[in-house]
């Protein structure tokens, strides 16, 4: 063999050693993609978390889908005495406003006095009906064996009552409003006060409600006031 056959087959020689070492790296690659596929695939794949729960939202807010575990590890309600107070005393006056409420369509002359009545009646019989649920559900009884009801700000005596009953025309219309400003007055009092030192967040949200829309239903009684 001559020099250059020499060279000519050496050179054949490593354009097929390189040809075998490329060969050999693309099937390893090859090899490799298929596991790499199936750990992405188990990498991307969400774990599981059981059930969801609809959790219903807040006054005027939407519902919220949450995972079981969620709801389960969520803490109990909190609330305290003063809670319980308010909803206790909340629940009669609310009742006495709602009575009062009812005589103004066949006694009121004034139609301003009668809508005043017919909001009110509208506003504060659900919220009674809302009160004595939360209680309910605490199985707390409504009642408070020996409290004088009549002793509440605001509340009105069975003979301011009696009166109101008996009243007609403009003077039940001027009764009505001093009695029901007067009875407004105290459940906003006895609401500022629970948002001072109550607990529960419902009745938080609640009781800002009774403030804010008795002090608006203020001050619309004030001026059906005639010199």
């Known amino acids: 063999m001559t020099g250059r056959q020499g060279r000519v087959w050496a050179a054949v020689t490593l ?8 060969g050999l790296t ?14 992405t695939a188990v990498s991307a794949s969400p774990t599981p978390d059981g059930p969801s729960v609809v959790v219903p939202g807040r006054p005027g807010e939407p519902a919220a889908t949450r995972a079981a575990q969620e709801v389960r590890g969520a803490a109990p309600p909190r609330y305290n005495g003063l809670d319980v107070w308010y909803v206790r005393m909340m629940i009669p006056h609310h009742q006495q406003a709602v009575e009062m409420a009812s005589l103004a369509p066949d006694r009121a002359a004034d139609p301003r006095v009668r809508a ?8 504060q019989g659900p919220e009674i009906g809302v009160l004595r649920g939360w209680l309910g559900e605490r199985d707390l009884p409504a009642e ?6 009549g002793t509440m700000r605001g509340m009105q005596s069975a003979e301011a009552m009696r009166q109101l ?3 007609r025309g403009a003077e039940f219309d001027r009764l009505f409003v001093r009695m029901m400003t007067a009875h407004h007055e105290g459940a906003v009092v006895m609401s500022t006060d629970l948002l001072k030192v109550g607990a529960d967040q419902t009745l938080q949200e609640f009781a800002n409600g009774v403030a804010s829309e008795q002090s608006a239903e203020i001050a619309r009684l004030r001026e059906l006031i005639t010199p």
């Open 116 to 123: 005043v009545a017919d909001r009110i009646r509208a506003a």
């Open 165 to 167: 009953a008996a009243a």
């Open 15 to 22: 354009a097929a050693m390189l040809v075998v070492a490329v």
């Open 144 to 149: 408070v064996p020996g409290h004088d009801h």
């Open 26 to 39: 693309l099937s390893a690659r090859r090899a490799d993609r298929p596991t790499l596929a199936r750990t």
